[in-house]
T-cell receptor, first 109, second 112 residues
């Protein structure tokens, strides 16, 4: 079966750095997405990786290793507004999006 | 106008009621989706429409009936639902089937 694993919940301190991991086992791979979802709001697109390596976008970076079936989302200089759920999703060989259950990130002052 | 708009935001219904969820996208996208989001579970894809044609029905019970009259509007008709159908129903759109999804804020459904 297809599976996406990510931690259920993480806690970090304002101003610090946090890394949210995502591992996947899917039938084929056509890219990996990260979405952010604040409580009671719509998920919003953060990043898309299809090649190995690090993609940086301001305070957020996303890394992919296709050989290891692994990605992480790195958040720097954490702010209180970064408290949200972070969803990892993989596009499989049939171009179906396979979703993880999301990681709830709690930022403490 | 926000990109993807869903109404109603909240809905409480009994098991014998019939109601509909509405989704409208103002982005000119060609694909629209219904997802079910339950607490601590992955998003579950329910239906996909591409250029108004249904291309995906993920073994969804017939008590959920989608309708896509044009590429900007998507409905989810609900009848004789069960309490386990209580969840957040998210509508999304994308330019292409493989592209970035733009989500609405969801319709929170409670079935009594």
């Amino acid at each position: 079966g297809q599976n996406i694993d990510q931690p259920t919940e993480m806690t970090a301190t304002e101003g610090a750095i946090v890394q949210i991991n995502c591992t996947y086992q899917t039938s084929g791979f056509n890219g990996l997405f990260w979405y952010q979802q604040h409580a009671g709001e719509a998920p919003t697109f953060l990043s898309y990786n299809v090649l190995d390596g690090l993609e940086e976008k301001g305070r957020f970076s996303s890394f992919l290793s296709r050989s290891k079936g692994y990605s992480y989302l790195l958040l720097k200089e954490l702010q209180m507004k970064d408290s949200a759920s972070y969803l990892c999703a993989v596009l499989d060989s049939n171009y179906q999006l396979i979703w993880g259950a999301g990681t709830k990130l709690i930022i403490k002052p | 106008e926000t990109g993807v708009t869903q109404t109603p935001r909240h809905l409480v219904m009994g098991m014998t009621n019939k109601k509909s969820l509405k989704c409208e996208q103002h982005l000119g996208h060609n694909a629209m989706y219904w997802y079910k989001q339950s607490a601590k579970k992955p998003l579950e894809l329910m239906f996909v429409y591409n250029f108004k044609e249904q291309t995906e029905n993920n073994s969804v019970p017939s008590r959920f009936s989608p309708e896509c009259p044009n590429s900007s509007h998507l409905f989810l008709h609900l009848h004789t639902l069960q309490p386990e159908d209580s969840a957040l129903y998210l509508c999304a759109s994308s330019q292409e089937i493989t592209g970035e999804l733009f989500f609405g804020e969801g319709s929170r459904l409670t079935v009594l």
